[in-house]
Nanobody, 124 residues
Framework: QVQLVESGGGSVQAGGSLRLSCAASGGTFTADCMGWFRQAPGKEREFVAVINWGGSRQSVADSVKGRFTISRDNAKNTVHLQMNSLKPEDTAVYYC?????????????????WGKGTLVTVSS
């Protein structure tokens, strides 16, 4: 059974930084894209960032461009999201996700694997 476990969430003041990590276990992730989505209270889940297997291709949402960076360590089956210059509107539950399809991750679709989420709260 594939499991994605997020860590690194917490509370921070606006302008601060957090680093989220996602550890994958129970399966092989060759050729899988891994990434992050988030869901703020009362809103739909939205795409944040995605990275391909080799790390050569990345995409981040316009709302976080220039502030968030995604990276992965395939030897450890982990993906990270470095979040800088955080804003109150970044407050959300952040979910790790994995899927073979770049399109599914970036355009929406039925993603194969989800973590349970980690809460990020940014205060003004």
């Amino acid at each position: 059974q594939v499991q994605l476990v997020e860590s690194g969430g917490g509370s921070v003041q606006a302008g601060g930084s957090l680093r989220l990590s996602c550890a994958a276990s129970g399966g092989t992730f060759t050729a899988d894209c891994m990434g992050w989505f988030r869901q703020a209270p009362g809103k739909e889940r939205e795409f944040v960032a995605v990275i391909n297997w080799g790390g050569s291709r990345q995409s981040v949402a316009d709302s976080v461009k220039g502030r968030f960076t995604i990276s992965r360590d395939n030897a450890k089956n982990t993906v990270h999201l470095q979040m800088n210059s955080l804003k109150p509107e970044d407050t959300a539950v952040y979910y790790c996700a994995a899927d073979p399809s770049w399109g599914t991750m970036t355009l929406g679709g039925r993603v194969d694997y989800w973590g349970k989420g980690t809460l990020v709260t940014v205060s003004s």
